[in-house]
């Protein structure tokens, strides 16, 4: 994207990147690209981050730790000048950023919201109001996300734009091998091992399949780590691999990714997913199904139990309300039933065209619509308009 128009823009990026998750994965891709063109597009890049640098990201880019006070006090000069925007990634409910900008003339601000306002109290919404105020738009990364911000905190739906996640699918990933009936099926879940991603739910499942020549592989790790372990304990169809750093080596292991959520803003492990060919079976709720279309490109359960989990102090809370797909309303958050999944995966297991057809189907989408260069254009046009 040329414009001479835009050549002298500055764009500094404020993102985490010390933690492991989607929104550092779709930046980290973002970045990358974007390096490859520096300033031939019209934008010239800065990244400003709190903390270090996760080992996993390999950024060729120098970042700006905000510790030091010449990258904070060059952070500040970039939010009060006109000729420069200042995009912020789950920012929205920090009291450090409101206190921040309470003290400071904005002129270009973006917020990028990615799932933090899940779980944020809706007591508190007054700090998130102020901080919506400042800003001159939020970007929300899926039509949920927009939901939660509307009906929960009372955002102007006119400051809110919907941006869907975009992967770099030009990755090239090893299809799994079909499945064999001599082989046991395997049953994949990957993701932060922390209350919100409902695991639990997937081993009690598992209970179930004992008899069955089913087995589930967990990839990650989390405080609920060793809780979910002691869950397991007696079940030899479960098996954990800890945290990996590359998603596909794992995915294209694995027959079915099963995405358990109690609540998920968008899923950027079903784009990963769909990019290797993998069927996913997901709980629907919030934005899952804006990437999975139920009976076409996977299959999708309505949440119906009570949540039912011992998790300790220091996990991540249960969010106070969810996004039904269907009414895109707020209500209490709820699990999916570990028996009805258990039927439901030992169904698919049983039904190998079935699951191609999700798959081919899903990476068809992945591709076409939730590609980087659709995520690139659609912001840089964001980024013209301010």
């Known amino acids: 994207m040329k414009n001479n128009?835009?050549?002298n823009i500055t764009v500094s990026h404020f993102v985490g990147l010390s933690g492991i998750g989607g929104v550092q994965r779709n930046f980290i891709e973002y970045i990358n690209n974007q390096l490859i063109l520096e300033g031939k597009d019209g934008f010239l890049h800065k990244?400003?981050?709190?903390g270090g640098v996760d080992l996993q990201y390999k950024l060729p880019v120098k970042v700006y730790d905000i510790r030091k006070i010449k990258n904070f006090l060059a952070l500040i000069v970039d939010i009060i000048s006109r000729n420069n925007i200042v995009h912020f990634y789950n920012n929205l409910t920090s009291l450090k950023v409101a206190?921040?900008?309470?003290?400071?003339?904005v002129c270009k601000l973006i917020f990028h919201e990615r799932g933090t306002i899940w779980n944020y109290p809706s007591s508190r919404r007054v700090l998130l109001r102020f901080i919506s105020w400042k800003a001159h738009l939020i970007l929300a990364n899926s039509n949920a996300t927009k939901t939660m911000l509307v009906e929960k905190f009372y955002v102007s739906n006119k400051k809110i734009k919907v941006l869907h996640n975009g992967i770099d699918t030009t990755i090239q990933y090893r299809k799994k091998p079909v499945f064999n009936q001599l082989k046991a099926f395997r049953v994949g879940f990957i993701g932060r091992l922390d209350t919100p991603k409902g695991a639990h739910v997937l081993i009690d499942a598992m209970r179930y399949l004992i008899e069955n020549n089913i087995i589930l592989v967990i990839a990650g790790s989390g405080i609920l780590e060793k809780t979910l372990k002691s869950q397991a304990k007696y079940l030899e169809n479960v098996s954990f691999?800890?945290?990996i750093e590359d998603p596909y080596v794992f995915l294209s292991t694995i027959d079915l990714l099963v995405v358990p959520s109690i609540r998920e803003p968008l899923g950027n492990v079903c784009l990963e997913a769909g990019l290797c060919k993998v069927p996913v079976l997901a709980a629907n709720i919030d934005g899952i199904p804006e990437i999975i279309e139920n009976h076409v490109s996977g299959e999708l359960i309505d949440p119906t139990d009570d949540i039912v989990i011992d998790f300790p102090v220091s996990a991540v809370s249960l969010p106070e309300f969810v996004v039904d797909p269907v009414t895109h309303k707020i209500h209490a958050p709820l699990q999916i039933n570990p028996k009805y999944l258990a039927n439901k995966i030992l169904e698919?297991?049983?039904?190998e065209r079935v699951l191609?057809?999700?798959?081919?189907?899903?990476h068809k989408k992945v591709v076409d619509y939730f590609n980087i260069d659709r995520y690139t254009s659609e912001l840089h046009k964001i980024y013209q308009e301010m």
Request: no cysteine.
């Open 99 to 105: 206190v921040f900008l309470f003290l400071l003339p």
């Open 47 to 50: 990244v400003y981050t709190l």
């Open 5 to 7: 128009s835009y050549k």
């Open 241 to 243: 691999i800890g945290r």
């Open 348 to 351: 698919l297991s049983l039904e």
């Open 356 to 362: 191609t057809g999700y798959a081919e189907q899903l």
